[in-house]
């Protein structure tokens, strides 16, 4: 029903920056909550960012290990959801997911996302 692909993922030094995209098709309408998860090898996956697109103030969530260095923004225009990432540091590295839902939000749902990209690797060496 919706369909998600993210792209922007690669390698950098620490304190780079990357911006990570994440381009919604489908049944666009069906979608309340945009997030950014990670997993990192050996770890379980974690929320890192999500916006409300469908609420009347645009609610944000950031995980406490990326405030004030991660930004999630979405474009309506483009149907893309970003994740702008400085000062990057090795533990930030880790495979990167977009999601969506109609119905969760925030970082810790009481359910998965309905909606999954394929994901796009971030790698942050020192």
């Known amino acids: 029903q919706v369909q998600l692909v993210e792209s922007g993922g690669g390698s950098v030094q620490a304190g780079g920056s990357l911006r990570l995209s994440c381009v919604v098709s489908g049944n666009i309408d069906r979608t309340r909550c945009l997030a950014w998860f990670r997993q990192a090898s050996g770890k379980s996956r974690e929320g890192v960012a999500a916006i409300d697109i469908d609420g009347p103030e645009g609610n944000t969530f950031y995980a406490d290990s990326v405030k004030g260095r991660f930004t999630i923004s979405h474009d309506n225009f483009r149907n893309t959801v970003y994740l702008q990432m400085n000062s990057l540091k090795p533990e930030d590295t880790a495979m990167y997911y977009c999601?969506?839902?109609?119905?969760?939000?925030?970082?810790?749902?009481?359910?998965?996302?309905?909606?999954w990209g394929q994901g796009t690797q971030v790698t942050v060496s020192s």
């Open positions: 999601a969506s839902d109609r119905y969760v939000c925030g970082l810790t749902p009481y359910r998965p996302y309905n909606n």
